[in-house]
């Protein structure tokens, strides 16, 4: 008998030394705690033993929690769950508890035994490791919405360069036409005015023979009547090819002008045709003022 209570006592200490003990009657005050227990939760064993255990109850585990645990060791039921307590001096812990109801001969509750062993390390690193985890899974979220920005952006600004290139593309068409119509426009000036060259001297010797003859022949109304419609013709001639090699010159000031002025200009140089189609041109102004440009 005497060696059973040795052994007895011996299976006891193995477990109060590697782990945390302590037993409560049965409405949970304290009745008994191991050093485990006291340096676990920074208590001396004079303020625990007497003290109901709630004195480690951490405040922001719900009731629920403690009420299952309650109706199931009163039920005479082993609990077993990790719970979260915080010591004295505020530090929570989290504790693998195992907690037996110790019957008496009759079967009733006499006492409870809890057993713990402290997992708060790992607790705490399973904690880190989850809010690493979300950290990581923010960042790629955060990373696939700025790659998707990003890809927006360079999207958008391929777009704006395609936009671009076709514009300065549509210019350079557009000045290009324009150094091909100028350079067209400069050869046909440069035409007419050799034309005009060659037009002046017989028009001139036209008018200097009109003259002579106006001067050796007796004068009558008739012939100085012919005489002045001939040299209208004549001025009409070089007014013509003149208003033609203006047109086409490239070399020209801006000048203020009145658009009437042009159209009939213009209108002159392509009346042979109309009259040659029978078409009457009329044209008719109500007010007008000057702009300030190219005439031709």
């Not at 050799?194 to 036209?206: D, F, G, S, T």
């Not at 003859?213 to 005489?227: D, I, M, P």
């Not at 002045?228 to 000048?255: P, Y």
Request: proline share 2%.
């Amino acid at each position: 008998m005497d060696n059973i209570k040795a052994r007895f006592r011996q299976y006891q200490e193995a477990i109060e030394t590697s782990n945390i003990v302590s037993k409560t009657d049965t409405n949970g005050t304290i009745t008994f705690v191991n050093d485990e227990f006291c340096k676990m939760s920074g208590f001396t064993r004079e303020e625990l033993i007497g003290a109901n255990h709630n004195i480690v109850r951490h405040p922001e585990v719900p009731k629920e929690v403690f009420s299952r645990l309650w109706d199931t060791i009163l039920a005479k039921k082993v609990h077993k769950g990790t719970i979260r307590n915080r010591t004295k001096d505020g530090r929570d812990v989290y504790l693998n508890t195992t907690i037996i109801p110790i019957l008496d001969l009759s079967g009733q509750i006499e006492e409870f035994l809890a057993i713990r062993y402290d997992v708060t390390d790992v607790i705490n690193l399973n904690n880190e490791l989850e809010k690493t985890k979300k950290e990581l899974l923010n960042l790629n979220e955060n990373l696939e919405n700025r790659v998707a920005e990003q890809t927006a952006k360079l999207v958008n600004l391929n777009q704006n360069l395609e936009n671009l290139v076709k514009a300065e593309i549509k210019k350079n068409e557009e000045k290009t036409k324009m150094l091909f119509l100028q350079s067209r426009l400069a050869s046909m000036g440069e035409m007419i005015a050799n034309i005009a060259h060659q037009w002046r001297q017989p028009l001139n010797e036209l008018s200097i023979t009109l003259f002579k003859l106006k001067e050796s022949v007796k004068s009558n109304e008739k012939f100085e009547a012919g005489y002045e419609h001939a040299k209208r013709v004549i001025k009409g001639m070089s007014q013509t090819i003149e208003d033609f090699r203006n047109f086409f010159s490239v070399e020209r000031e801006r000048e203020l002008f009145f658009p009437s002025a042009a159209v009939e200009n213009a209108l002159k140089m392509v009346q042979g045709t109309y009259e040659k189609e029978g078409i009457d041109i009329n044209l008719e102004l109500k007010s007008e003022g000057q702009i300030y440009g190219f005439e031709s």
